[in-house]
């Protein structure tokens, strides 16, 4: 193994069930012990299609140095050749499994059958029960919990009615519809239940509560694991204890030695149960239903037994745990004999009882030492019945299931507040990484996050290929998270082996426990990602997974949006491009060249934006006179430029037959044709403003139709007027109601300087977003009025252009003196 620590690889099915996650913890606990690493892979359900099956056959036999398999979890059944599949690919590596043997493979298993046997009876003859249901699970412990229900009947001479047995599957479904097919139409009944797990039993006791069936009056009711929620029910649930922590301790022992080194003897290991009687079979709370530990003769009557009360208390304890003191047993009873032997008030014996219950609260069930005390009071006040010590040790131990209970009570607090602590953080954590789109960011909303769930590192694996990644497969790590180094993005990624499910500089140098668990998204499988907890957590360390894969997901959609969006966005640019410029040619090119009109000298200027506008100006001379235009089409590039083209059009047709027409009478026959072309045939929306003003050389001036207002300076009085321009904008309805856009009159007189302009010089905004505005632009002129046209024009368009921070809009600028 070149110096590397052990190496030991836990295959189960991922969920969040007390049954995996203390195989789990049982299984890091030995491991630890042993100085191992442990990789804990949850996959799904073999026997389905699920994506996350993938994470099963990553490391190869060169990647582990010890396999164990809990195959119960898997969904399939005894005899399916999938699981044994998965073991074959680790051939030649020290093996075991966890509640299903495999022919040549050991098995670390429970006594599935005793607990419910004894049970079985008790419901008979503890509580007289004559038609016992049992539902059964899925696999081969099942199975052997079924015979258990049959046995339990032949010790008393009975025959299980096979009517009774009902197929289930471990959910809470099965047992409400074990309930419904019990006492729905055509059911038998029954007057108790006994179920294969504890979920069943759950589910129906809430069908049978809801049906007005009382628990145990009408019906007792029976379980199997006694997981926490068997505990806190109404009423509590009777049940048999396993201990899956131990499952996975032994496995590991069973692989890798004893704590001594000491290899466990070959084959097969089982683990004793115990019934654990409470109030929905039909007892009280707390009530003992038989001596298991009888006197053995009556002389043992006759003086107290301190071995005796040690062993009777270690029966009735918590399933051996390394964590534990091993004399906790011995421990409790020299504390009590001290106390008594010193007269003293029980001061060592509680303060040792709250060391030991204190130390173990974090196994789980502290509820479960009112068991041996209540032994060990039993079998010390039978003991010392007639002495004076009596009334003391009833005290005490009143005192001490106090002490329990006090325990208790802490730990189940201190557990919801874990909870909704982890809950908090995790809906944090989840809300951030959603908003996250790419990887990066997903990144740095872990590494925020993650600490607050205690996790100690994370690291994130991609696979790209279109089907999902075997041990020899190249996969890149992206991005890896570890409290000590900090976080690591890796552009690109980095490449590695997948069996080998991390890159050796990014496994934690630490002795560690990493929770492989599959990135899936729908039934595509995207990757893993690698948790190290302290303790391990699955049923976090597979909810951090599900938020990681769904921003994966998104941020890959999001990559190839961008991509896709790119493309079209260079397609589109070039094509706009060519518009805008095809745009430009033509708002260039039809602009006046005969500007020439009698008595009015005139100059113009028109510079485009990037995106060109539609703005129009024409000048028409005509016999003593001619026609000025000027407009702004509204939006930008080759169609505006399209209706552009159409006003001058129309305007140059109209004017060169008739051009002593009415402004109001020309604008309103453009308006018509306008809107024809543009809405109907282009099925568009274009629309512009548009002013025409009819001049003749006598001064006087007609014009019709709204845009900008005219601006004009009056050489006599040495003031600028502003004219406004009154109407509707052009092609914007086919109809236009009488009187709305009409004729107006103005005169010029001698020197008088006429402005006509578009809003790009108006609304031309600097950096603090301030507009130029028509203020600036009328006193701009006063102070340039003196000047020739020419100077005009270019001293207002070189203020107006210094003023603004970008041109946002095409700029035209047209000036007319009259003499």
């Not at 009382?214 to 396993?242: K, N, S």
């Not at 039909?282 to 003992?288: E, L, S, V, W």
């Amino acid at each position: 193994m070149g110096g590397r620590r052990t190496r030991v690889g836990l295959f189960l099915r991922g969920g969040s069930y007390a049954y995996q996650s203390e195989i789990v913890n049982g299984v890091e606990q030995e491991c630890r012990a042993h100085g191992a690493d442990l990789y804990c892979l949850s996959g799904g359900n073999v026997t389905l299609p699920d994506p996350r099956n993938f994470v099963y056959r990553l490391p190869g036999p060169g990647d582990l140095d010890a396999a164990i398999f809990v195959e119960g979890t898997m969904g399939a059944a005894e005899g399916d050749p999938r699981p044994r599949a998965l073991i074959e690919r680790l051939r030649g590596l020290p093996v075991c499994t966890i509640g299903t043997k495999e022919s040549g493979i050991p098995c670390v298993s429970i006594d599935n059958a005793s607990g419910i046997r004894t049970l079985t009876r008790h419901l008979v003859q503890q509580h007289a029960r004559t038609r016992i249901a049992f539902v059964t699970g899925k696999g081969h412990e099942a199975d052997e919990r079924l015979e258990g229900y049959r046995a339990g009947h032949r010790d008393l001479g009975l025959v299980a009615d096979e009517g009774l047995v009902i197929a289930g599957d471990f959910s809470l479904g099965a047992g409400e519809a074990a309930v419904a097919r019990l006492f729905g139409p055509g059911g038998s009944g029954c007057d108790a239940i006994v179920t294969a797990n504890d979920w069943m039993a759950l589910g129906a006791l809430d069908a049978l509560q809801a049906r007005g069936l009382r628990v145990p009056e009408d019906v007792a009711l029976v379980g199997f694991d006694d997981i926490d929620e068997a505990r806190f029910t109404t009423p509590p649930l009777t049940t048999v204890r396993q201990h899956p922590r131990q499952l996975g301790i032994r496995a590991v022992t069973l692989l890798l030695g004893g704590p001594a080194g000491t290899a466990e003897a070959d084959g097969d290991v089982m683990l004793e149960t115990m019934p654990q009687v409470r109030q929905s079979c039909g007892c009280f709370r707390g009530a003992r239903w038989g001596e298991r530990h009888p006197r053995v003769d009556g002389s043992d009557a006759a003086a107290p037994s301190p071995d005796r009360w040690v062993r009777a208390a270690v029966a009735d304890g918590p399933a051996a745990d390394p964590s534990l003191r091993a004399d906790w047993a011995e421990h409790l009873v020299a504390s009590l004999r001290l106390d008594l032997a010193g007269g003293d008030d029980g001061v060592r014996f509680l303060s040792a009882l709250d060391d030991i219950v204190g130390e173990a609260a974090q196994l789980g069930n502290v509820t479960a030492w009112h068991d041996p005390l209540a032994t060990l009071r039993r079998e010390i006040t039978r003991d010392l019945a007639a002495t004076p010590e009596l009334p003391l040790v009833e005290s005490i131990f009143e005192r001490a299931h106090i002490l329990i209970g006090d325990h208790a009570e802490r730990a189940q607090g201190r557990r919801r507040l874990e909870t909704e602590g982890t809950f908090r953080a995790l809906a944090f954590l989840g809300s951030e990484v959603r908003m996250s789109l790419d990887r990066p960011s997903i990144a740095r909303a872990l590494a925020k996050h993650l600490p607050g769930l205690r996790v100690r590192s994370c690291a994130v694996v991609v696979h790209d290929g279109e089907r999902p990644p075997g041990v020899d497969d190249q996969v890149r790590l992206i991005f890896s998270w570890d409290r000590e180094r900090g976080l690591s993005s890796i552009d690109g990624g980095l490449a590695f082996r997948a069996g080998a499910l991390l890159p050796d500089d990014f496994l934690p140098a630490r002795r560690h426990a990493l929770m492989v668990q599959p990135l899936c998204f729908q039934s595509e499988a995207l990757g893993w990602c690698a948790i190290e907890m302290d303790p391990p957590d699955l049923t976090l360390s597979e909810a951090i997974p599900e938020q990681i894969s769904a921003s994966l997901k998104a941020s890959a959609l999001q990559e190839s949006l961008i991509a896709e969006a790119t493309k079209r966005e260079r397609a589109e640019r070039a094509r706009l491009e060519h518009e805008l410029e095809l745009a430009a040619r033509i708002q260039t090119s039809i602009l006046p060249k005969d500007r020439q009109v009698s008595r009015l000298a005139v100059s113009t200027v028109m510079v485009p934006a990037t995106e060109v506008g539609g703005d129009y100006f024409d000048v028409l001379p005509f016999p003593d006179g001619g026609w000025l235009g000027i407009g702004d089409v509204a939006g930008h590039g080759l169609h505006s430029g399209l209706v552009m083209m159409m006003i001058q059009s129309i305007v140059a047709a109209i004017t060169n037959d008739r051009f002593d027409a009415s402004p109001a009478d020309v604008w309103r026959a453009l308006n018509a044709v306008l809107y024809d072309n543009v809405h109907t045939r282009l099925e568009r929306e274009e629309h512009a403003s548009l002013t025409l003003i009819r001049y003749e050389d006598s001064g006087r001036l007609v014009y019709a139709g709204a845009h900008q207002d005219i601006l004009i300076h009056r050489a006599a009085q040495g003031r600028t007027e502003r004219i406004e321009t009154r109407g509707l904008w052009a092609g914007l309805a086919r109809e236009v109601p009488a009187g709305i856009t009409v004729d107006d009159e103005l005169r010029l007189g001698p020197g008088d300087t006429m402005l006509l302009h578009t809003d790009g010089i108006p609304e031309a905004t600097n950096g603090e977003r301030e507009m130029y505005g028509l203020e600036r632009l009328r006193l701009a002129l006063e102070r340039n009025a003196h000047l020739g046209v020419d100077e005009v024009r270019d001293r207002i368009m070189h203020e107006a252009r210094s003023f603004m921070a970008e041109q946002k809009d095409d700029l035209t600028l047209v000036v007319l003196r009259y003499s």
